[in-house]
C-alpha cells in the first residue's frame, strides 16, 4: 500500500513540476500565451483542460484493451472532441463572458499536444488509478502556470486582479505584458522559477552535491523533464 501511494503521489507532483507541460515539455503554449491577459481567462482555460484531460483519460484507460490498434487515434479523438463538446457547452451555459472571452481556444482543446500526447503516451497503456493521478498532476500543473502568468499580465498590464483595480490610479499599465512578447518574457520568468523548484527537489539526498553532480545526476534529471 506504501508502494501504491507513492507511486500516486510521484505521478501527480510529476505533472506539477518535474515533468510540468507547459515549463518541462514545453507543449500547448499557443493556447496558454493567448488566454494569460486576464486570470479569469487562465483559471477557466487550465480548469476546462483539467476536465477533458482526465475524463479523456480515464475513459481511454478503461477501454484500452478493446480499442483496435489501426484506429486508436480517430477514437482517441472522437473521447476527447466529446469532453471538449461537453466542458464548452457548461461555459456558455453558466459562463458565457467566459466562454466569450476564450473563445475558439476551448474548441481548439481537442487537438491540444497535452491532451494527445497524454491518451497516446500514457491512458493508453496504463490503469485507471494512474491516470487519474496523471491527469490531476498535469492538469494543475497546467493551471497554475497559466493562472501565474495571467496574475503578473493582468497586475502589471492592466493594474486589476480579476477585472478588479487593486494598484492605486496613479499607477500607468505596462502595456507591454498584454502584449505577446510580454507574455514570452513572463513565461521565461515562470521556466527560471520551475528550474530552480526541480533543482531543489532533485537535491541530491546523500548529501555530496559535488559528487552528484560530477556524475551527471543533476543533467539526467533536467534532461528527463525537459
Known sequence: MTKESGRFA?????????ENPLLGLMIGLCSALAVTTEVKNGIGMGLSMTFVLLMSELVISLFRRIIPESVRIPIFIIIIAAFTTVIDYILKAFF????????????LIVVNCII???VEGFASKR????VVFD???MGLGYTWVLTGIAVVRELLGSGTLLGFPVLPPSYEPIIFFVLPPGGFFVFALFISLNLFLKSRLNSPARGDTASADAAGHGGQCHGGAA
Do not use: C, E, H, W
Not at 501527480?12 to 513540476?17: K, L, R
Not at 458565457?96 to 473563445?103: E, I, R, T
Not at 490503469?127 to 494512474?130: I, L, R, T, V, Y
Open 135 to 137: 491527469a490531476l498532476g
Open 96 to 107: 458565457p463572458d467566459l466562454s466569450k472571452a476564450m473563445g475558439v481556444f476551448i474548441q
Open 10 to 18: 510521484r505521478l501527480f507532483t510529476n505533472g506539477i513540476i518535474r
Open 127 to 130: 490503469p485507471a488509478g494512474d
Open 116 to 118: 494527445m500526447g497524454r
